[in-house]
Nanobody, 114 residues
Framework: QVQLVESGGRLVQAGGSLRLSCAAP?????LGWFRQAPGKQRELVAQ???????RIGDSVKDRFTIFRDSIENTVILQMERLKAEDSGVYFC???????????WGQGTQVTVSS
């Protein structure tokens, strides 16, 4: 069973920064992050393919950056200038398609206090 393992979620004040990390058990074409707030649908945060191409959600485009270490099979989400609306469970995703995720992590909670 493929398991993506996230880490880094915690409580942070608005305006602060946070770094999330996800480790994949092997090479995946695309690794990324989605998030889900209570009562809302899961939404794209950022994805990156093995060649460095990326998709970034509109609401985070100027504040979040995605990095990928293809040797370590990890993907990092660097979040800056956090807002209360960034709160939610952040899920690591992986697979071969931008629009269909084959694998999910268990999720890590990010809470931004205003």
């Amino acid at each position: 069973q493929v398991q993506l393992v996230e880490s880094g979620g915690r409580l942070v004040q608005a305006g602060g920064s946070l770094r999330l990390s996800c480790a994949a058990p092997g090479t995946m074409f695309i690794l990324g992050w989605f998030r889900q707030a209570p009562g809302k649908q899961r939404e794209l945060v950022a994805q990156m393919d093995i060649g460095g191409n990326s998709r970034i959600g509109d609401s985070v485009k100027d504040r979040f950056t995605i990095f990928r270490d293809s040797i370590e099979n990890t993907v990092i989400l660097q979040m800056e200038r956090l807002k209360a609306e960034d709160s939610g469970v952040y899920f690591c995703s992986g697979g071969g398609s931008w629009y269909s995720q084959d694998y999910w992590g268990q999720g890590t909670q990010v809470t931004v206090s205003s």
